[in-house]
Each structure stands twice: as C-alpha cells, then as structure tokens.
C-alpha cells in the first residue's frame, strides 16, 4: 500500500474511532479523534504534491498555501481544519474543559465534510 493510501487508511479509521468514542460518550477522546481524521486526510492530499511537514501547524499552513491560495479547497472548508486542531488541543490539554455530545457530534460532521472536500480533489 503506497503512502497515499496509508494517509487515507488512518483518516477512515480515526473518524470511525471518533464516532465510536461519541457513542460511549468519551465526547474528548471523539473530538480528537476526529481532528485526527481530518489531519492524516490532509496529509495524504499533501502528499499527492509531494509536500511534506513535521509540525500540525505546518500541515495547516500548507493547506492554505497550495490548496486554499489556489482556489482548490475554500477558506471555509480549510478553516474546519484549523478550528479542529485548536478543539483538539482543549480537549488534549485543558483539564477544566468540560466537552459534550454536540461538541463531539460537530466536530465528527465537520471532520466527514473536510475528508469528502479532501476526497474529491483526489
């Protein structure tokens, strides 16, 4: 199996993992999982241009550079990704962050709607 194909591999696992935490209302777990998901789709597209970066916030930047800049991706569909990252990084890292079914259920429908974009530019 190519990288591509690994890349895409682990975003349907994620975002299955994600709706599957939510369904046992592990709602931070969920929403991590389904940044996740969205990250390693966004990794393989990154790929198919042969771009690479070791940093989260890199795979951002590049998304907006070669995806959003050139019209391929709108900035609203990039954005989910971003808003992801930084939900993902609260409920990672902010102990007092109390995240619920909406929050989880959200961030799995934005992850759905940001792997199909990815998807069809592939």
């Known amino acids: 199996m190519n990288e591509l194909l690994k890349f895409l591999a682990l975003s ?4 299955e993992t994600a709706q599957f935490l ?4 592990r709602y931070r777990s969920s929403i991590s999982r389904a940044y996740y998901a969205m990250y390693y ?11 690479d970066t070791s940093t989260h916030r890199g795979v951002i930047k590049l998304l907006a550079l070669h995806f959003v800049k050139t019209g391929k991706i709108t900035p609203n569909v990039a954005r989910l990704l971003s808003d992801a990252y ?3 990084q609260a409920s990672d890292y902010d102990s007092d962050l109390s995240e619920n079914e909406m ?3 959200s961030a799995i429908e934005n992850a759905k709607k940001f ?3 990815v998807k ?3």
């Open 12 to 15: 349907s696992d994620d975002l």
């Open 22 to 25: 939510c369904d046992g209302k």
């Open 41 to 51: 789709a966004t990794q393989a597209l990154l790929l198919s241009q042969n771009l």
């Open 86 to 88: 930084d939900l993902r």
């Open 103 to 105: 929050a989880a259920q």
């Open 115 to 117: 792997i199909s974009e």
């Open 120 to 122: 069809s530019i592939l």
